[in-house]
């Protein structure tokens, strides 16, 4: 599905971001999310180190996908992966947690070297990335949403657990749509 282009992409993080996002206005969709259980790989990072050139998350995606780790986890529900930021420090500005990985329909068995996360039940507002090269359209999808006023999304962000869907949109990297949830009161 998401191929090995998304390794550069994403690892070009860190250059992309701080692209301009012009004057193209998101409007969210505000969803009731009844949330999910999910099993990835974790690491701890902030927003100022990935735009350092010394991020981590390229290296969790490289990492993900040449070892084949969507396989390895058990009791997937589908063939999406989730890209989930939770376990926030205090907002966009502070650490958090990045956690790469897949929803599953139980959590008992976690392979080793992989956390089990339940993305909280609530509200959410569902940014969709443009449609474009991977590695363009995520970044700036955030710079959007970072730079929004805190109640812009449809309430006041909650920074428990916000996530990212790689669906059967994502499946051309250049070509790619995401959508974007971000946890709302």
């Not at 969709?29 to 009844?34: L, M, N, T």
């Not at 507002?125 to 929004?148: H, M, Y």
């Amino acid at each position: 599905m998401i191929s090995r282009f998304i390794i550069v992409s994403l690892a070009a993080f860190a250059a992309t971001i701080a692209v301009s996002s012009g004057d193209h206005t998101l409007t969210p969709r505000i969803v009731q999310e009844p949330g999910f259980s999910l099993i990835g790989i974790p690491v701890r990072t902030t927003n100022a180190r990935e735009m350092s050139g010394q991020g981590v998350i390229g290296k969790q995606w490289a990492r993900f996908l040449n070892d084949g780790l969507l396989n390895q986890i058990p009791r997937r529900v589908d063939s999406d992966i989730i890209a989930l930021y939770t376990d926030y420090e205090s907002d966009h500005h502070g650490a958090y947690t990045f956690i790469l990985g897949a929803k599953v329909s139980s959590a008992e068995t976690v392979p080793s070297g992989m956390v089990a996360r339940k993305v909280p039940p609530g509200k959410y507002a569902v940014f969709t990335s443009e449609q474009g090269p991977v590695d363009k359209v995520i970044p700036q999808c955030w710079q959007r949403i970072n730079s929004l006023p805190k109640t812009a999304p449809g309430g006041d962000r909650t920074y428990r657990a916000d996530f990212e869907l790689y669906g059967p949109r994502a499946a051309d990297p250049q070509n790619a749509q995401v959508d974007v949830y971000v946890g709302i009161r």
